[in-house]
């Protein structure tokens, strides 16, 4: 779509963000879960490129995430 000139914006709830309150939280876990922040930074990156992203705390309100958006749309 960005290809074709539309400006595209991505809200990407982190399913990590919502296992870790689920979760026991054990040492163990917090190794895991800072491999998969990592994994998941470098693919929210590569999506950076081409469209804006929301890494979307779902704990915190939609509106507030969004805010984070910017001026849309987005410059040339």
């Known amino acids: 779509m960005e290809a074709r000139g539309y400006d595209v ?3 990407s709830p982190s399913p990590l963000a919502i296992e870790w309150r689920l979760g026991e939280q054990r040492p163990e876990d917090q190794t895991a879960l800072r491999i998969l922040r990592m994994e998941r930074d470098n693919l929210i990156s590569q999506l950076r490129r081409v469209a804006q992203v929301v890494d979307w ?3 915190t309100p939609l509106a507030l995430a969004l805010r984070r958006i ?3 749309p987005r410059p040339s």
């Open 9 to 11: 914006a991505i809200v």
């Open 57 to 59: 705390d779902p704990a």
């Open 70 to 72: 910017g001026t849309w």
